[in-house]
């Protein structure tokens, strides 16, 4: 598969599209992007961490000796997640910083995500200037009395976790005194440096599961039900109170109860905003959550309960942070179990929604299945339909003028909401599928609006043909 240039940065299989001369190319392109945002032509100051995937060491080692050798000081702080780069460049004097992960992809998958000087991810007008940039690229390597300086940083991760437990609203001793019992899965990658850490300093217990830093997953590592048996059932056999598991560079959250059943990825935004607005609200104050196209309708029922409005924004966490700015939002996110919260930072980050999950369990009083309990019930399905052969900006068209009478988004892809349910259908960039998202009251309608919209668009594309 070759290389994928997109908003979430580079991505590729390493050695294949993701080779030493591509990551080369795409860091002297950010070494010069940074340089032209700066305008004053001083030496600029790059950030760089990992996730711990087994071919990030000699990523880092070809990103930093490219910037050095370009002039530019580096400042490497380890293998830890992606929301502590994020942290470290916003508070320090950096210009720009790259993450090297690929999130959830399998192993052999690798990346570069760039974080420009407010520790946000590049937008989507950053990122056409940044592909300008690597079109035209001219840079030259300086001589060895110009090199930048390279600087071992690997404090951040404590920063990282006394940022989240400074927060007003988390009480430590109060969890400290119910003494949780916790599965934790970090699937051998970065969040092995940091949770385990956190929660011991929250008085758990905790029961650690692939949280060495070997970067060899030991399962799927998209953290999805079908790819945590294991955690499920140990969470149970164990007796824990909950099981919290991280993808790879640790800005998804997914919990487990201690029935050993998922929480649902989805109520992980939806707990932290009913969390926050619950401490924030006032009456005379509409406070704005912004989410996703895709993120669960009970975002919207919480907000109702508390007087706020939700705004909702194209798939992407860019454009869930950049929307979120905009309006002054308290809390966003994404219903894959990314929480977002200004107070730290615009990047989704499981060491926080960790935090503010423990603190509202610890309120609450109750079990984890308890709590879920307590929130709007919608039931989630997402499925894919091959579309090889297909137009599928003319099916969605159609789809479009069918539904015309209902609530129409047509901000990324086809987003149809009825009264009781919706439907997301979104054209992949990457690959030749359509994604299909449906929401509704019970598990058997919402897989049924899937199964439905599948055979409509392939009628249409019949009929198109004829």
């Not at 990103?63 to 380890?78: E, F, K, N, R, Y």
């Not at 009913?274 to 196209?293: D, M």
């Amino acid at each position: 598969m070759s290389l994928i240039v997109s908003i979430s940065g580079i991505r590729g299989i390493f050695g294949e599209g993701l080779n030493p001369e591509n990551i080369i190319h795409y860091t002297k392109t950010f070494s010069e992007y940074c340089k032209i945002r700066k305008k004053n032509g001083e030496k600029i100051k790059i950030i760089i961490g990992r996730d711990g995937r087994i071919t990030g060491k000699i990523i880092a080692n070809i990103v930093s000796s490219t910037l050095i050798s370009l002039g530019c000081d580096v400042v490497a702080i380890g293998v830890c997640p992606t929301p502590t780069v994020a942290i470290a460049v916003k508070n320090s004097d950096a210009d720009g910083g790259i993450s090297i992960t690929a999130s959830h992809n399998p192993i052999e998958w690798n990346g570069l995500k760039f974080f420009n000087s407010d520790g946000m991810f590049l937008n989507s007008d950053d990122m056409k200037d940044f592909v300008k940039i690597s079109e035209s690229l001219s840079v030259q390597y300086v001589n060895w009395d110009k090199l930048g300086r390279y600087e071992l940083d690997e404090s951040w991760i404590q920063k990282h976790i006394e940022l989240v437990l400074g927060l007003s609203y988390i009480n430590i001793s109060k969890i400290r005194e119910k003494k949780y019992r916790v599965v934790l899965d970090c699937i051998n990658s970065s969040g092995g440096r940091i949770i385990p850490q956190l929660l011991k300093t929250l008085g758990c217990e905790v029961y650690e599961m692939n949280c060495e830093l070997s970067g060899v997953f030991s399962r799927k590592p998209e953290p999805v039900p079908e790819n945590l048996s294991e955690v499920m059932y140990k969470v149970k056999y164990l007796k824990a109170d909950l099981g919290i598991v991280v993808d790879p560079d640790v800005d998804r959250l997914v919990l487990i109860t201690e029935k050993g059943e998922p929480y649902g990825e989805e109520y992980t935004i939806a707990t932290a905003v009913k969390f926050i607005l619950g401490k924030k609200f006032n009456e005379k104050q509409k406070f704005k959550v912004v989410v996703n196209l895709s993120t669960t309708r009970a975002v919207e029922d919480i907000a109702y309960e508390y007087n706020s409005e939700v705004i909702r924004t194209p798939v992407g966490e860019i454009n869930v942070s950049t929307t979120m700015k905009k309006h002054n939002a308290i809390i966003g996110g994404e219903g894959s179990g990314g929480i977002i919260l200004p107070e730290v930072h615009y990047v989704r980050d499981a060491v926080l929604g960790t935090v503010l999950i423990l603190q509202m369990l610890t309120e609450f009083g109750g079990k984890l299945s308890e709590l879920k309990e307590t929130m709007p019930e919608y039931f989630i399905t997402k499925d894919k339909l091959g579309i090889k052969d297909l137009n599928a900006d003319d099916c969605l068209k159609l789809l479009k003028k069918r539904y015309e009478h209902e609530k129409i988004n047509v901000d990324d892809g086809l987003k149809i909401d009825f009264v009781d349910r919706w439907v997301h259908l979104r054209k992949s960039n990457t690959e030749p599928i359509i994604r299909i998202i449906a929401e509704a009251k019970s598990e058997m309608m919402a897989k049924k609006l899937v199964e439905d919209f599948k055979k409509e668009i392939y009628e249409l594309a019949t009929s198109q043909r004829k």
